[in-house]
């Protein structure tokens, strides 16, 4: 009997992950680390490796290139470090801490939009914060909060934190 190709392998694996979900998943880790600093070094910043994965508990982490990502404040992007786990295929980003995962804005900028239209009535007037960008925010902190934190829920700042301490990103489109 024949031995299958490589080709016909990786078309196997394909069906089975579709069928019974992805092995690995994508993590950010949050580090302290001025952004100036990281823009500066670049690719030389010595990222540190996750001592094991938080998945299976495995030592085996692995580099894995790097993901560019853009920040309010620069015009180039700049390059945080990958990790992935031989065992489970976990990848791990590394992210600077005060950054929600997939924002270009601080979390304390977005906080800050929403307490401003909440305390004034009226949006804030940032050269980098368009008003429909705000909206965006507050408008998925609502949904969000009515998602998780239940319909009678009425404060935003408390569903924020509430959302925030849960592990969940709170004003976030995505499910």
């Known amino acids: 009997m024949k031995s299958p190709k490589r080709g016909a392998l990786r078309f196997r694996r394909r069906m089975s992950i579709l069928r019974f979900g992805p ?17 500066c070094s670049m690719k030389q910043y010595a990222f540190p490796r996750p001592p094991i994965c938080l998945r299976c508990s495995s030592t085996r982490i692995w580099g894995h290139g790097f993901k560019d990502a853009y920040f309010d404040g620069y015009l180039s992007a700049l390059p945080l470090k990958r990790y992935v786990c031989a065992d489970c295929g976990c990848v ?22 929403i307490c401003h ?40 700042l408390d569903g924020f934190f509430e959302l925030l301490h849960s592990g969940r990103t709170p004003v976030t489109r995505s499910r």
Not at 23 to 39: A, D, E, H, R
Request: glycine fraction near 6%; aromatic fraction near 12%.
């Open 23 to 39: 092995i690995g998943g994508l993590l950010s880790l949050f580090l302290m680390v001025s952004i100036k600093q990281l823009f």
């Open 117 to 156: 239209r909440i305390r004034n009535k009226q949006w804030a007037m940032k050269e980098s914060l368009s008003r429909q960008r705000q909206y965006h925010w507050l408008r998925a902190l609502r949904r969000n909060i009515k998602a998780h934190l239940g319909m009678d829920f009425d404060d935003l």
């Open 92 to 113: 791990y980003t590394m992210r600077p801490v005060g950054y929600l995962p997939r924002f270009h804005a601080a979390a304390v900028v977005i906080l800050n939009s």
